[in-house]
């Protein structure tokens, strides 16, 4: 016998937001869109965004300047999951390097430096100049919201269970019920 479809409790609506990669131009459409669509049919709403902010467009600052004040204006606070390309920024800027600088630049770190304003010319210097004038460059709520402010979601199989684990925890979840998913780890 097939699993029950996923069920939302009635009066909740989820936008699931991801992949936005430093494109501010196209978060701000996006959110406005959703305004627009969530007017139509109130409901309690929830944003759950799922990382990939930064990186490949020119705007990766401005992305997370964005998010930080949807945080302070919605009625739900939304969601923030850790994407692999914060992961990687988080690493540099605790000064984790191992080679990862280089994979950065070339999956879009450059463009994300050039949204901070680090040089050309920092890069061209190696890691430590970078890394050094990005420290020096970006904010300290820009580290906060890398740092702590988002959940890390792991997915592994459960062996027919589900368990819950996240580094961070309580991002108001657990009043949806998904049967059929036995990889999710919450």
């Known amino acids: 016998m097939p699993n029950a479809p996923p069920v939302l409790p009635d009066g909740l609506r989820l936008y699931v937001i991801g992949d936005i990669h430093g494109r501010a131009d196209l978060l701000v459409q996006l ?3 959703i305004g627009e669509d969530s007017r139509k049919a109130p409901a309690k709403t929830r944003k759950i965004f799922l990382g990939d902010y ?20 919605e009625t739900e606070p939304p969601v923030f999951l850790l994407g692999n390309h914060e992961q990687v920024m988080r690493e540099l800027l605790r000064g984790r390097d191992g080679g990862l600088l280089d994979d950065w630049l070339r999956f879009g770190g450059r463009e994300t430096l050039l949204s901070y304003g680090v040089p050309a010319a920092a890069v061209a210097e190696g890691p430590t100049a970078v890394m050094k004038t990005l420290r020096e460059k970006i904010s300290p709520a820009h580290i906060d919201f890398l740092e702590r402010r988002l959940f890390f979601l792991s997915c592994r199989r459960a062996a027919g269970r589900r ?24």
């Open 54 to 73: 930064v990186d490949r467009g020119l705007y990766s600052r401005e992305v997370i300047d964005y998010l930080l004040d949807l945080r302070t204006r």
């Open 163 to 186: 368990s819950r684990q996240t580094k961070r925890r309580g991002f108001g979840l657990d009043s949806l019920r998904f049967p059929h998913v036995r990889e999710t780890v919450w």
């Open 31 to 33: 959110m406005k869109k």
